[in-house]
């Protein structure tokens, strides 16, 4: 067979040991597609776990525009309640002033 050969063509493997290369390469080729589903099933389960927490995030940040929104209407009602306790606190002090100079005009009588 050798005759029938073309020049700088190799001649061909035996036929155990194309068999056995191709075998090797069929096992190099199982082990990398099983390293690609494990690292597509690890990025999947990443991105289970980013929804998941972004989820939760949102959810957290409704809440604290839910209570901002709850703190700022008691601060309104703290600086109206304030407003009103103003007039009554000079009023208490008049009237302490009055009850003084009574107490005052009741001891010269």
């Known amino acids: 067979t050798a005759v029938n050969m ?3 063509e190799t001649p061909p493997p035996p036929a155990g040991t194309a068999a056995a290369g191709a075998c ?3 096992g190099v080729l199982q082990q990398n597609i099983n390293e690609y589903v494990a690292a597509l099933i690890t990025l999947k389960q990443k991105m289970i776990d980013g929804d998941r927490l972004l989820t939760e995030y949102q959810q957290k940040c409704t809440d604290i525009l839910y209570y901002s929104i ?5 601060r309104s009602q703290v600086e109206q309640m304030l407003q009103k306790i ?3 606190e000079k009023c208490q002090e ?3 002033s ?8 009741k001891v010269c009588l």
Do not use: Q, Y
């Open 70 to 74: 709850k703190i700022s209407a008691l």
């Open 6 to 8: 073309m020049p700088g």
């Open 98 to 105: 009055l009850k003084a100079e009574l107490e005052e005009k």
């Open 86 to 88: 103003l007039p009554l």
């Open 24 to 26: 090797a390469n069929c």
């Open 94 to 96: 008049e009237l302490g």
